[in-house]
């Protein structure tokens, strides 16, 4: 088994293996159109060396079929799958209920500044919208870290270093660390966890759900992220 000096080092580790795997599965998948055409045969003028599907294909070149049919698999049927996929990781997290620790209302980090937010909000980002309407910025980060020791070192490991954040607390938690809001709470409090891709507090009940499924969720993401990466090269 291999040791990691940090969370940051393993989950990165696990995310490049998984995304290799990945990357061969939709190599595989996308060779499965490509036509079995002999280009010594072929009166096109062309000078592509070795048939790749990365490649500018003359017109009428039986390559570029390929491309189309492969890219509109991958975004389709493929892409279908993938939602399905996470719907059902998604459906799995309902066994589960929040155990009331109050981690994820005492302490929220995010890559936005308050006054980012409000103007992510006012462009129509509901995430932002909900986000800013009840959490508000801790006066420093020693005050954050001071509140939630264990989840700031937790969020703070898989940081970038060079990267500016912020932290923030839910308004509503009452001082017996229960939401005073609670039937009145938004989508972001009631969906928290919104992706198993999310690092999550010690104390958190979803934590076993997310460590079940977090590879398979690293496998939705990756391919997702492949897909992307095929449209913008081909598409
Ligand atoms: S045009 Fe297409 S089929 Fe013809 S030689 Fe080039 S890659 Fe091969
Ligand atoms: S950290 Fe998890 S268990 Fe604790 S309040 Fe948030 S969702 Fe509930």
Redesign the pocket.
């Known amino acids: 088994m291999t040791d990691y000096n940090s969370e940051s080092e393993r989950l990165e580790a696990q995310y490049k293996e998984i995304f290799m795997e990945s990357a061969k599965v939709i190599r595989h998948e996308i060779d499965k159109f490509k036509p079995n055409?002999n280009?010594k045969t072929?009166t096109?003028p062309?000078d592509?060396k070795k048939?790749d599907i990365f490649?500018v294909?003359?017109p009428n070149?039986?390559?570029g079929a390929w491309q189309i049919k492969a890219l509109s698999f991958l975004t389709n049927e493929y892409k279908a799958k993938l939602k399905i996929a996470k719907k059902s990781m998604m459906e799995k997290k309902n066994e589960y209920t929040c155990g009331k620790c109050g981690a994820c209302c005492k302490l929220a980090v995010s890559e936005y500044s308050p006054i980012q937010l409000k103007q992510r909000a006012i462009r129509g980002d509901k995430f932002a919208k909900e986000f800013s309407q009840i959490y508000v910025p801790y006066e420093s980060e020693d005050m954050a870290k001071a509140i939630c020791p264990e989840y700031y070192d937790k969020l703070y490991d898989i940081m970038d270093p060079d990267e500016r954040l912020y932290f923030y607390y839910c308004s509503k938690l009452g001082a017996d660390d229960l939401c005073s809001d609670y039937e009145n709470r938004p989508d972001i409090c009631k969906d928290f966890p919104m992706t198993a891709l999310k690092v999550l507090p010690d104390t958190c009940s979803y934590l076993p759900w997310h460590n079940a499924v977090e590879k398979l969720a690293m496998s939705i993401k990756s391919r997702e992220d492949l897909i992307q990466f095929y449209k913008d090269k081909i598409g």
Do not use: D, Q, S, T
Request: aromatic share 24%.
């Open positions: 055409f280009c072929c096109i062309c592509i048939v490649e294909f003359p070149c039986p390559y």
